[in-house]
């Protein structure tokens, strides 16, 4: 079982281009997550599906796109990049929205936007 | 509002002592998750807290849930280097559509 699994580890973009960022799981999860780590500021929730064919917005959505493309498979979209979104970006799964949600994270993607 | 704070943030202390992070939420919940992270590395569960007086033990790391002081602990029993780490709670909030709030995370350096 590779767990969670996120591509690419790094990524450098100019202002204004775009890029996807991918995650899957092969647990069998339903709820997928993306998150972002900035230094002092903890995670942060981008984005949330909690079941295949749903999405739902999180703390900090804007400049940001998802989709979920099967069980399996959750992508993080960046539009139109910016400098303040340079973050790591982690991608996460739990089991089931209705009972306990321990998730479990992928090696995340380090990504500068200059 | 939806709060975690944890406390402290930074920690440095030497090996074979104890110590206890704090972590406090703004409002009803019983469930509860301690998560390690090693520097450039991603996050590991380490607890599941899922009622009021749940305790759990891992090795040097102990884990409690109050519910009704809306409050967790992480103690570090005789440090090691080894526990050097960033730690952090999470709070699900499930009488609000089941969100998950992170801490900020306590870094803990532990010196040899």
């Known amino acids: 079982n590779a767990g969670v699994t996120q591509t690419p580890k790094f990524q450098v973009l100019k202002t204004g281009q775009s890029m996807t960022l991918q995650c899957a799981q092969d647990?069998?999860?339903?709820?997928m997550y993306w998150y972002r780590q900035d230094p002092g500021m903890g995670l942060r929730l981008i984005y949330y599906?909690?079941?295949?064919?749903?999405?739902d917005k999180g703390e900090v959505p804007n400049g940001y796109n998802v989709s979920r493309l099967n069980k399996r498979e959750f992508s993080l979209r960046l539009e139109s990049a910016a400098p303040s979104q340079t973050s790591v970006y982690f991608c996460a799964s739990s089991a089931d929205a209705g009972a306990y949600n321990e998730q479990f994270f992928g090696p995340g993607t380090r990504l500068t936007v200059l | 509002e939806l709060k975690v704070e944890q406390n402290p943030l930074f920690l440095s202390m030497q090996e074979g002592k104890n110590y206890t992070i704090y972590c406090n939420y703004s409002?009803?919940?019983?469930?509860l998750y301690w998560y390690r992270q090693d520097p450039g590395k991603s996050l590991e569960s380490l607890f599941v807290?899922?009622?009021?007086?749940a305790v759990k033990q891992e090795g040097r790391l102990m884990a409690s849930l109050d519910t009704k002081a809306r409050l967790s602990t992480l103690h570090i029993t005789a440090a090691v280097h080894d526990l050097s780490a960033t730690y952090f709670c999470a709070v699900e909030f499930m009488n609000r559509d089941d969100k998950i709030i992170f801490g900020k995370g306590t870094r803990l350096h532990i010196l040899p």
């Open positions: 647990m069998n999860h339903n709820s």
């Open positions: 599906s909690a079941s295949e064919g749903t999405t």
């Open positions: 409002t009803t919940s019983d469930r």
């Open positions: 807290l899922l009622s009021n007086g």
